[in-house]
């Protein structure tokens, strides 16, 4: 069974970072993308970016860079997002979702149960 | 980055009806679209993707269809677990970006 285990709900001051992670089991994580989204309260949800398990490549929503950091620990198939200089603006859910690529279509199949971050002093 | 505009913002149906959900790209995506579901407090679920292929394990009361720049959600013979937000997302292009959202009441 595919399961992505999202890290717990997180408070931080403003201006702080902070490090998500995405720990997955029950397929191949090399051979998967994974995304990284966010849903702020009552409203869309934005893409983040994503980036292959394989070999850390990235690629990124131009809103989040500078922002979001995408990286991957193959040893223990697990994704991570750094976000950097918090405000409130950030404050919001994020997802991961594993990312399925081939004959160049690609599909978001399995979320991860979203990490709640609250930014406040 | 391409705009999706999805309609209707809400929507209430009885149970055992037809309802559809309209997503519009500001410009051809090629059938690369999904539909998701999502239920408060819970991660999205994919329902369908590349316009109209029907994700394992999803109900086949659920089906999509469209090209280009028009696209839609069918689900016929609502059930009470139906009730939840849709939303679309295109992933033709980077960055991939989400319609706003239906919510589905069912009466």
């Known amino acids: 069974e595919v399961q992505l285990q999202q890290s717990g709900a997180e408070l931080v001051k403003p201006g702080a970072s902070v490090k998500l992670s995405c720990k997955t089991s029950?397929?191949?994580?090399?051979?998967?993308?994974m995304s990284w989204l966010r849903q702020m309260p009552g409203q869309n949800i934005e893409w983040i970016g994503n980036?292959?398990?394989?070999?850390?490549?990235?690629g990124y929503n131009q809103k989040f860079k500078g922002k979001a950091t995408l990286t991957v620990d193959k040893s223990s198939s697990t994704a991570y997002m750094d976000l950097s200089s918090l405000t409130s603006e950030d404050s919001a859910v994020y997802f991961c979702?594993?990312?399925?690529?081939?004959?160049?279509?690609?599909?978001?199949?399995?979320w991860g149960q979203g990490t709640s971050v609250t930014v406040s002093s | 980055d391409i705009q999706m505009t999805q309609s209707p913002a809400s929507l209430s149906a009885s149970l055992g009806e037809t309802v559809a959900i309209e997503c519009l790209p500001s410009e051809d995506i090629y059938n690369n679209l999904a539909w998701y579901q999502q239920k408060p407090g819970k991660s999205p679920q994919l329902l369908i993707y590349?316009?109209?292929s029907l994700q394992d394990g999803v109900p086949s009361r659920f089906s999509g269809s469209g090209s280009g720049t028009q696209y839609s959600l069918n689900i016929n013979s609502l059930e009470s677990e139906d009730a939840a937000t849709y939303f679309c997302?295109?992933?033709?292009?980077?960055?991939?970006?989400f319609g706003g959202g239906t919510k589905l009441e069912l009466k």
């Open positions: 980036i292959y398990g394989g070999n850390g490549g990235t």
């Open positions: 029950g397929y191949t994580f090399n051979n998967y993308y």
């Open positions: 590349y316009a109209s």
């Open positions: 979702a594993r990312t399925h690529y081939n004959s160049f279509i690609y599909v978001m199949d399995a």
């Open positions: 997302l295109q992933d033709s292009e980077y960055p991939w970006t």
